[in-house]
């Protein structure tokens, strides 16, 4: 049996390193703190999964690993890099999808290209492969309005895997999507994963999702956030449709569930 790792990683100098990081929001007597003295490694090629209540600040450590916002003390490395620029090698995805409906999809995968002033056809090679490996080759003419939800969200994907980032965030990506899609997304992103092999940091409130795609699961306190519990998870990839009869995916769900329950996160009855 697997045991739960403390709170503590994998060394690595390469990686992402969140030292004593605490995030409050507001001023004078009674800030919010949103995530209070994490501590935190993520080895590079890495995925971890994050996952814990709403409102727990599992998006806001996110933000924090991009740049978007800085922490209020402590210290954020990433890939040995500590300073308040944005991580160049960074691909972003959200719960929304964000494609631009004016542009063609393939244009919108080329955006990255536009905005950081390359020559787009420089990049449309590698952009139809990403539109193949997300199973949009046929639709790179068309428009959003033109796609479901799920093959919108592989757009977005393969928009921020353009650039060829060594990161890749994503916060609540299949949130939106219907339950065949959100399962059939889970299986793609595996697989562009175990090809591209970059860092990932997958944000999420679904414990399955968590546990079958992550190396380890991070789980997290209510607000303020802290990191409960990290959880090692050793099945065998690609973990397909039948992984959750897996002894060691029931483990690690009903191990997390445990810790909600514990906090009143869930409920039995």
């Known amino acids: 049996m697997l045991q739960s790792s403390p709170q503590g990683s994998p060394e690595s100098h ?31 090629g890495e995925f971890v999964a994050v996952v814990g209540p709403s409102g727990c600040g599992k998006s806001t450590m996110m933000r924090l690993i991009s740049r978007l916002t800085m922490p209020s003390t402590g210290r954020i490395s990433v890939f040995g890099d500590t300073s308040d620029a944005p991580p160049h090698d960074m691909g972003i ?12 999809i ?21 952009a139809f492969e990403l539109l193949e490996s997300v199973g949009l080759k046929d639709f790179a003419g068309s428009y959003p309005h033109e796609l479901s939800g799920g093959m919108k ?23 939106a999507l219907d339950a065949l899609t959100r399962e059939q997304m889970r299986i793609d992103l595996e697989a562009l994963w175990l090809t591209k092999r970059m860092t990932v940091v997958f944000i999420t409130h679904s414990i399955d999702e968590a546990v079958l795609l992550a190396d380890r699961v991070i789980v997290m306190t209510p607000r303020p956030g802290r990191v409960e519990r990290i959880l090692s998870v050793d099945m065998p990839r690609p973990r397909g449709l039948g992984a959750r009869r897996e002894a060691e995916f ?8 445990d810790i909600f329950l514990s906090r009143g996160i869930l409920q039995r009855h």
């Not at 390469?14 to 501590?39: M, N």
């Not at 969200?153 to 949130?175: N, V």
């Open 14 to 44: 390469t990686g992402i390193h969140l030292e004593s990081v605490t995030k409050s929001f507001g001023r004078g007597s009674a800030p919010v703190v949103a995530l209070e003295k994490i501590d935190l490694q993520i080895a590079d």
């Open 93 to 104: 995805v959200f719960q929304a999808h964000v494609l631009l409906p004016w542009r063609t």
């Open 106 to 126: 393939l244009d919108n995968v080329l955006f990255p290209a536009d905005m950081t002033g390359q020559r787009r056809d420089d990049f449309k090679p590698k």
């Open 153 to 175: 969200q592989r757009a977005a994907i393969a928009r921020a895997l353009l650039l060829r980032p060594r990161l890749l965030l994503m916060d609540e990506p299949f949130g």
């Open 250 to 257: 029931l483990e690690k769900s009903e191990e997390i569930t």
